[in-house]
């Protein structure tokens, strides 16, 4: 599976966006979908995740709220509708991929990435 992120930008504190991650392969509805975020200097954080179903979506207590994470399995692209951003929303945003059927707040399990897409939010 190759993922691409897109949909980052420069906005300011309270607006939206929406990113995107379109997934090549097959069988993308067989994968657990998850989007991760880096900030400068941070570790990698989890974000939210859905599994193959769309249902139960998990989120990270940071982003609950003001984070929507849904799935086309028909067009192979998992979204990340943000809402509500703040400054420390700023990082870079990767799509993940994890062939089954739960989904892991952890890095580890995932064996897919995409490039990565940067959100910068100003105050």
């Known amino acids: 599976v190759q993922l691409q992120a897109s949909g980052g930008g420069l906005v300011q504190a309270g607006d939206s966006l929406r990113l995107s991650c379109a997934a090549s392969?097959?069988?993308?509805?067989?994968?657990?979908m998850a989007w991760f975020r880096q900030a400068p200097g941070k570790e990698r954080e989890f974000v939210a995740a859905?599994?193959?179903?769309?249902?139960?979506?998990y989120y990270a207590d940071s982003v609950k709220g003001r984070f929507t994470i849904s799935r086309d399995n028909a067009r192979n692209t998992v979204y990340l509708q943000m809402n509500s951003l703040k400054p420390e929303d700023t990082a870079v945003y990767y799509c993940?991929?994890?062939?089954?059927?739960?989904?892991?707040?952890?890095?580890?399990?995932?064996?897919?990435w995409g490039q990565g897409t940067q959100v910068t939010v100003s105050s």
């Open positions: 993940a991929a994890r062939y089954a059927l739960t989904s892991s707040v952890s890095s580890a399990p995932y064996n897919y």
């Open positions: 392969g097959r069988t993308f509805s067989s994968y657990t």
């Open positions: 859905i599994t193959w179903s769309g249902d139960s979506p």
